[in-house]
């Protein structure tokens, strides 16, 4: 598709939404909060970590989106679009250009390096064990954890060491997210979600609900690719979307395994109401259908078998750089739209400053999601939305504020 300064939603045929964090808006701050609970609690209980310095209050200013752990080190880390490390902390403490240079010489990390190539290099693999990428608002709390963990050490011993922390906390976050924790009553994150729905989650507005509409009715086909399982995006779907929620798309896939979805050929598996039955054939997908795992492959070529024209146009929108933006646009040749919330929080790039969860998604210690404080060197992520996505937006209630045909400016950007 010819690149323009504008961007409209009514130019593509088949547009696809991810669930949570882009349809499904969660109330970010309660969320946060919770999560580090869980954690925090799930390390001191069960892997003996410092009650003292992980049982503090969340420091919401520390927490940024987007932070990549070093584990070995000890280091919490932000790079520039080419993989140049901009700004470290060892723990909770922020380390001059000299200190990072002690750690990273010429401010480079061959982990890094090969993730600004191409952030899938280090998705799995021996280098995912080196690093990892706190992507979004179910894993942005971890970095908190991770540092005080590292401070909890440090305080025991002055001598350099390498640390082993993230296989902890990694237990800790599959132990919040597994995913038959939904269904057994085991794990207190979906235990506690279940139980006080509105105090997580928004209900999508009115105006929104119509504007999806609109676009079906205009001949557009509508679908949703979420990574959650069935049981708990239909508890989500239910409580944002409302109780007749797959009303509003022509086929759900549940259980992506994003970004596997976008670069592998997984068959799609049947359901029994919550309950996976077995592969079901390209041939044999149906509209109105609900699926988990599957391929890009395969659901484009039943999206354009039933979109009856020739040649029909492919758009994806999620919050996930790298599993709804970044992975499709690469691997999967699919335009992408960016939903950012910090767009509003921060009240760049056009948008007004305002965010009901301003304080856990701005820092004024790491400063900009966008841009490094001390630097000025746009960040990893800037550049991932500016070059795999045809627009960004802080919200779909912000796109469905304007018409569906609406033109939107992206030379702003």
Same mark, same amino acid.
């Given at each position: 598709m010819v690149q323009t300064d504008y961007f409209r939603f009514t130019d593509y045929d088949c547009i696809g939404f991810d669930l949570d964090n882009t349809l499904a808006r969660y109330k970010v701050g309660a969320m946060i909060e919770m999560e580090y609970h869980i954690l925090a609690n799930f390390l001191v209980d069960n892997k003996g970590y410092s009650a003292k310095h992980l049982l503090k209050p969340l420091d919401h200013n520390f927490i940024i989106k987007g932070l990549i752990v070093d584990d070995e080190n000890g280091n919490l880390l932000r790079i520039s679009g080419d993989g140049t490390i901009i700004q470290v902390t060892h723990g909770t403490k922020f380390l001059t250009q000299n200190e990072i240079k002690k750690y990273y010489p010429n401010l !480079?990390?061959?982990a890094t390096d090969l993730f600004a190539q191409n952030p899938l290099q280090t998705w799995n693999g021996p280098y995912s064990e080196k690093m990892r990428t706190l992507l979004d608002y179910y894993d942005i709390v971890a970095s908190l954890i991770? @540092? !005080?963990a590292v401070d909890a050490i440090d305080e025991d011993s002055s001598e350099i060491k390498l640390y082993n922390i993230w296989p902890d906390l990694l237990d800790a976050l599959q132990d919040m997210f597994t995913r038959e924790h939904f269904q057994n009553e085991k794990?207190?994150?979906f235990s506690e979600i279940k139980a006080n729905p509105d105090k997580y989650y928004y209900k999508c507005s009115s105006h929104l609900l119509k504007w999806i509409n609109a676009l079906r009715d205009s001949g557009k086909i509508i679908f949703l690719i979420t990574g959650s399982y069935v049981d708990f995006a239909t508890h989500t779907a239910s409580h944002t979307l409302g109780p007749q929620w797959r009303s509003y798309f022509d086929i759900v896939i549940s259980y992506a395994k994003k970004p596997g979805f976008f670069t592998e050929r997984r068959d799609f598996i049947g359901l029994d109401g919550f309950t996976e039955t077995g592969p079901v054939k390209l041939e044999d997908l149906k509209i109105g259908g609900i699926y988990t795992h599957g391929n890009w492959t395969d /659901?484009?070529?039943f999206l354009a078998r039933n979109y009856k024209q020739p040649n029909p146009r492919f758009l994806y929108v999620g919050d996930n750089l790298i599993q709804d933006i970044y @992975? $499709?646009?690469v691997y999967a040749g699919c335009e992408t739209v960016?939903?950012?919330?910090? /767009?509003? @929080?921060?009240?760049v790039y056009g948008h007004d400053k305002w965010h009901p969860d301003e304080q856990f998604l701005c820092s004024t210690i790491w400063?900009?999601?966008f841009k490094c404080k001390s630097s000025g060197r746009m960040t990893n992520w800037y550049e991932i939305m500016k070059n795999h996505s045809r627009f960004f937006? $802080?919200?779909l209630e912000y796109a469905a504020t304007f018409p569906i045909d609406h033109k939107f400016r992206t030379n702003i950007y």
């Open positions: !480079r990390w061959k991770f @540092a !005080r794990g207190k994150y /659901l484009k070529h @992975a $499709p646009h960016t939903v950012c919330e910090e /767009l509003e @929080a921060e009240g400063g900009s999601y937006i $802080p919200s």
